[in-house]
Structure formats: structure tokens, C-alpha cells
């Protein structure tokens, strides 16, 4: 385990965090429809009622939906969590699909953080369609910055 690790959940940011509010979602989000669910400190959730125009060529959600929900979610749990300074990445993210969505799913992704030192984080999260049933879960590893990259643009809360 490396130094900067903690045994704790809760070594967030004060909940005066900048990032209390769900960023503006990237065009690949909004292209596929994803809104934000909830919004919590170390918790985020984000939402998508499938379309035909969600699935692959079986009829079902392609997996790189499902995949991206849970990006969102378990990397959105980091964010919320940020000093205004830091930023973060993936840099693992294991996928388990459990089951498959079906047109017409409310799906609803979570995430939460696990651990988190200063230089790295750990979240897991899961998909759950409008039943409850589990689609898929994730646990994900993310790099954390204390300093965020110039070229990256300036968030809501700046």
C-alpha cells in the first residue's frame, strides 16, 4: 500500500468542496443522454433511460454504455470531492456485467470512494436498472493531481 494511503472513506475534502455541484457533463455524455442523478460528497449517481440507439447489435445496452456510466459515477464520487486546484483520472476501471439492460431501462449508476490517499484514489460502483436488478458493477482506481492540468477548462464553481 503506498504511504499516502489511508484506511478511511472519509479522508475527503471539507464538504465545502467546489465540486458540491455536478459538473457540466462532456458532449459524449450529453450525446448519449446522461444526466446527472444525485450529487453527494464521495457519492455520485448519474441516470439514462435507454433507447434503441443505446444497444448493440443483440438488442441489449452495449457494454460501453454500461462501461461509461460507471466512469461517470465512480470518477464523478472523486470529483465531488476535489480542492478547486486538484483534478483526476482513470486509471483502472474493472467492469463486471452481471446482466443486460433493455430499451426502455431506467438505469441508474452510483459510485462511491473506498479509499483515498493524496495521490490515488479507489471507488467502486453499480449499475441497477428501475427494479433494482444489478447490471453491472465496477471497482476503479483514479489518480488524483494537486495541481490541475492548464489545458483542462475552467469548471462551474470557478
Do not use: C
Given at each position: 500500500?503506498?504511504?499516502?494511503?489511508?484506511?478511511?472513506?472519509?479522508?475527503?475534502?471539507?464538504s465545502?468542496?467546489?465540486?458540491?455541484?455536478?459538473?457540466?457533463?462532456?458532449?459524449?455524455?450529453?450525446?448519449?443522454?446522461?444526466?446527472?442523478?444525485?450529487?453527494?460528497?464521495?457519492?455520485?449517481?448519474?441516470?439514462?433511460?435507454?433507447?434503441?440507439?443505446?444497444?448493440?447489435?443483440?438488442?441489449v445496452?452495449?457494454g460501453?454504455?454500461?462501461?461509461?456510466?460507471?466512469?461517470?459515477?465512480?470518477?464523478?464520487?472523486?470529483?465531488?470531492t476535489?480542492?478547486?486546484e486538484?483534478?483526476c483520472?482513470t486509471?483502472?476501471?474493472?467492469?463486471?456485467?452481471?446482466?443486460?439492460?433493455q430499451?426502455?431501462?431506467?438505469?441508474?449508476?452510483?459510485?462511491r470512494?473506498?479509499?483515498?490517499?493524496?495521490?490515488v484514489?479507489?471507488?467502486?460502483?453499480?449499475?441497477?436498472?428501475?427494479?433494482?436488478?444489478?447490471?453491472?458493477?465496477?471497482?476503479?482506481?483514479?489518480?488524483?493531481?494537486?495541481?490541475?492540468?492548464?489545458?483542462?477548462?475552467?469548471?462551474?464553481?470557478?
Open positions: 500500500m503506498a504511504n499516502d494511503e489511508t484506511n478511511s472513506a472519509t479522508n475527503a475534502s471539507p465545502t468542496s467546489p465540486f458540491s455541484q455536478p459538473p457540466e457533463f462532456s458532449g459524449i455524455a450529453k450525446a448519449m443522454k446522461i444526466e446527472p442523478h444525485s450529487w453527494n460528497q464521495g457519492k455520485v449517481s448519474v441516470q439514462v433511460l435507454v433507447t434503441k440507439e443505446h444497444t448493440n447489435k443483440g438488442g445496452v452495449h460501453g454504455l454500461t462501461t461509461m456510466l460507471l466512469d461517470m459515477a465512480l470518477g464523478g464520487a472523486l470529483v465531488s476535489l480542492k478547486l486538484e483534478w483520472a486509471t483502472a476501471l474493472n467492469v463486471n456485467f452481471l446482466d443486460a439492460g430499451v426502455g431501462d431506467h438505469l441508474i449508476s452510483s459510485g470512494i473506498v479509499r483515498r490517499g493524496r495521490n484514489a479507489h471507488l467502486a460502483g453499480e449499475v441497477v436498472n428501475q427494479n433494482g436488478r444489478v447490471i453491472a458493477s465496477a471497482s476503479g482506481t483514479w489518480a488524483i493531481w494537486n495541481k490541475r492540468p492548464s489545458n483542462l477548462p475552467l469548471r462551474k464553481s470557478e
